[in-house]
């Protein structure tokens, strides 16, 4: 098991940036595939982001595509998702997720195995 940590949300203006961060804990931080989930009010789990076990591998939904960046440190246990240009669309909790699916990409919530318990990003208008 393997419980994760999502940090590095808060409040920014359209067009701003923001990079969050999930630190993971308990197991090795390399056998996961990795993934960024959102969730705005009302609406359901969005897959928004996703990073192989060795980071060489990443896939966007096409509403963020070019905009944001997912990465990871392996060595320091920790993913990334930098956010760039932000529209207010964006707005949504934002939850990092890790999958034992022996898949190179994972796209869909029911494969993830480990979730943490999100972070907000609020983009104003």
């Known amino acids: 098991q393997v419980q994760l940590v999502e940090s590095g949300g808060g409040l920014v203006q359209t067009g701003g940036s923001l990079r969050l961060s999930c630190a993971a804990s308990g197991r090795t931080f390399s056998s996961y595939a990795m993934g960024w989930f959102r969730q705005a009010p009302g609406k359901a789990r969005e897959f928004v982001a996703g990073?192989?076990?060795?980071?060489?591998?990443?896939t966007y939904t096409d509403s963020v595509e070019g905009r944001f960046t997912i990465s990871r440190d392996n060595g320091k246990g920790t993913m990334f998702l930098q956010m760039n240009s932000l529209k207010p669309e964006d707005t949504a909790v934002y939850y990092c997720a890790a999958s034992t699916v022996p898949a190179i990409l994972v796209l869909t919530a029911t494969a993830y195995d480990y979730w943490g318990h999100g972070t907000q990003v609020t983009v104003s208008s």
């Open positions: 990073i192989s076990r060795d980071g060489g591998r990443t």
